[in-house]
């Protein structure tokens, strides 16, 4: 892919995450793939001593490279060496991006993985194979003649000396990947395979970023209703309790007018047993009377007894 693709790629783009725009700008600049093996990043000289392509010290590297999973690289001999100088590319370009590399934060992800801005992907580099019919053999043959249950014919895959490089992408799929073509290699794609990246890590920022959004709203509306409920049901508290000072109320005026009635009866007696009665009956009445306190008040026994006690 030339540069003007790159560039196109990158500014149909609509970037949420300013930082992973920056990145983006900086892949605009082609990635060149070294033609010598020398000062490979320490976990392709791994891979290279496991290969056994030319003299390798991997002991003097540090136990951050040596304990960690090895590259995921599948190919033939004859596509040891390019394949190396493919991945030692990717892991630098990884890194430089801001990837660590390591083992995944999910712990059922199994290998090494490239870890960076809160997601894990994964770079495989393997030879691409195709199906061929393959004859059957003599015994095969025999079996598929004394047998009805034998299958035939087989095929076999065999090599295609391709090179296929695959992303697994942000989310633990495997979401893009770059092949080998008539005209165009693996090392001409490096730079779309991480455009694709930083734009598909900002696209899923930025769905994660609106889910954010809507819980906050949805939680900013749910404590508003709330406020709302206990605004009306404080209202609502007051209202009855108007209502029930108002029949109180209409009680203790009821009940002065049977005091008042008692009194000037004819056979009430002026004794001073009666006369305490009256008294206490017309205590009870100014107790219980909510116009002896403040208008609003609470109806309870406590407060009228402690209004009472203050207007006297």
């Given at each position: 892919m030339n540069a003007s693709e790159i560039s196109s790629m990158c500014d149909s783009h609509e970037f949420f995450d300013a930082s992973l725009e920056r990145l983006a700008e900086e892949l605009k600049t082609e990635i060149v793939v070294a033609k010598q093996l020398r000062g490979l990043h320490?976990?392709?000289?791994?891979?290279?001593?496991e290969f056994g392509i030319g003299s390798s010290d991997f002991s003097k590297w540090s136990s951050r490279f040596r304990d960690l999973p090895g590259l995921n690289i599948s190919v033939g001999k004859p596509l040891q060496r390019?394949?190396?100088l493919i991945m030692d590319a990717v892991v630098k370009t990884a890194e430089s991006l801001g990837f660590e590399f390591g083992t995944a934060k999910d712990a059922w992800r199994k290998g090494l993985y490239a870890?960076?801005?809160g997601f894990s992907v994964q770079f495989k580099l393997r030879e691409s194979a195709k199906r061929k019919l393959r004859p059957p053999t003599e015994d095969e043959k025999r079996d598929m003649k004394k047998y009805s249950w034998m299958r035939g014919p087989k095929y076999e895959m065999i090599s295609t000396g391709k090179l296929l490089l695959e992303l697994d992408g942000p989310l633990g799929t495997a979401c893009y990947s770059v092949k080998d073509g008539q005209k165009v290699k693996v090392e001409d794609n490096i730079n779309r395979l991480f455009m694709f990246l930083i734009i598909e890590i900002d696209r899923i920022r930025k769905i994660w970023a609106a889910r954010e959004s809507e819980k906050r709203e949805a939680e900013r509306r749910r404590l508003q209703l709330a406020e709302e409920k206990a605004a009306r049901e404080m209202i609502e508290e007051k209202e009855r309790a108007l209502f029930a000072e108002a029949m109180q109320w209409q009680q203790c005026k009821t009940?002065?007018?049977y005091i008042e009635a008692v009194q000037n009866d004819d056979e009430f007696p002026?004794?001073?047993d009666a006369k305490e009665w009256v008294a206490w009956a017309l205590s009870?009445?100014?107790?219980?009377d909510p116009t002896k306190c403040e208008p609003g008040g609470h109806i309870s026994n406590a407060t009228h007894a402690d209004c009472s006690q203050t207007k006297s």
């Open positions: 320490p976990l392709v000289e791994r891979r290279r001593e390019r394949s190396l870890n960076g801005f009940l002065r007018l002026f004794s001073p009870v009445a100014n107790k219980y």
